[in-house]
């Protein structure tokens, strides 16, 4: 998985001159000592924490776990009493470092929850915005607070309803842009309309490219994505795009079950996913891979046909980046058991969790169901073999790294 990287206004600067020109290149900016220590304490917290605790395989510290008798998740909700060690730390130093920027973050009504979680980790507030909904649905948003000349950043999963969340998003980012923001950054940990990326069948529209040109044309100046059903859904947009893996803190959960790796086999529900159960299976210890092989009769209806690989005797890790009626996925769990699998975990970024999704996953196919929170879930969704991860520490690094990147690009201009 690729990671973000920001290099150093003097490496950047030794590429096209000399050390010398650079140190008085910096002098004769407008930048103060203040600020360049500010950065250079930036540059540190990045080396010695974003690095190792959030991109790199590393064992949470769950001393603090939570227990709720109706199955709600077990890693802590990011706030003052409950945050994890490792994330206190980090962002009561980001608190102390990085107060003094130029950066917003706003969240939409889509999943408030991720937002403030992002926002506690970054050692930020959450901006102030007014967003209501008049009588006849239309959508009315104002910031209440100047953007003019700053880095703004929402956070707008387009989850159901995905047409109003997608609205939602483009109101807002068209607020920023007449409110005179430097640059705009969608945060989408969901980006709906992802699975109609082709055209399979005649006369059928390819929906991910209009969102991605709505989302442009909006006036985005840049899109930071989670999990993408295809990779080829960014090169839709005409802006860049950060595209985020959430299995490091997958990964990082699975670590503390202390599964023996030869007792481990990384599944694909279907054919289409072979290269993430792969890229999933090597970090897991170089875990063997098994593919259920499945011929699909119409959207959410599917149908298994066999299974390629072996899973008798062991713990079969089932990968996906999406559960949504959890048709393929139950289905598949239940050939698994046939084929003789000892257990079988569930794991996936989004849950979307259409009907009848719950009852599919908590039929006890599963040990248990692991999912992220770039989607809100709803009360009455939760179920005993549910464990809901925050992928908080991840967003809230990479846009502070994006944030890097902006500020050095717009010096060294």
Known sequence: MASLTLPSPSQASSSSSSSSFSSSFLRRSSLTHATLSFNESRRRIHLSNAVENIFRLKRCDLSEQLSF???????????????????????????????????????????????????????????????????????????????????????????????????ELLIMIDACRRASAKNITAVIPYFGYARADRKTQGRESIAAKLVANLITEAGANRVLACDLHSGQSMGYFDIPVDHVY???????????????????????????????????????????????????????????????????????????????????????????????????????????????????????????????????????????ELTVLSVANLLGETIWRIHDDCSVSSIFQ
């Open 69 to 167: 008798p109706n199955g709600k998740p077990n890693i802590p909700i990011l706030n003052e009493r409950t945050l994890p060690k490792f994330l206190e730390s980090a962002r009561m130093e980001k608190t102390v470092s990085r107060t003094n920027t130029r950066l917003k973050l706003f969240s939409g009504t889509a999943n408030p929850a991720l937002s403030q979680e992002i926002a506690w980790y970054m050692g930020l507030e959450l901006g102030k915005i007014n967003i209501k909904r008049f009588a006849d649905g239309e959508i009315y948003v104002q910031l209440q607070e100047s953007v003019r000349g700053c880095d703004v950043f929402l956070v707008q999963p387009t989850c159901p309803p995905a047409n109003e969340n997608l609205m």
């Open 246 to 384: 959430c299995q490091p803190v997958i990964l990082d959960y699975l670590a503390s079950k202390t599964v023996p790796s030869n007792d481990l086999v990384v599944v694909s529900p279907d054919v289409g996913g072979v290269a993430r159960a792969r890229a999933f299976a090597k970090k897991l210890s170089d875990a063997p891979l098994a593919i259920v092989d499945k011929r699909r009769h119409g959207h959410n209806v599917a149908e298994v046909m066999n299974l390629i690989g072996d899973v008798r005797g062991k713990v079969a890790v089932m990968v996906d980046d999406m559960i949504d009626t959890a048709g393929t996925i139950a289905t598949g769990a239940a050939l698994l058991h046939q084929e003789g699998a000892r257990e079988v975990y569930a794991c996936c970024t989004h849950a979307v969790l259409s009907p009848p999704a719950i009852e599919r996953l908590s039929g006890g196919l599963f040990q248990e169901v692991i999912i992220t929170n770039t989607l809100p879930l709803a009360d009455q969704n939760y179920f005993p």
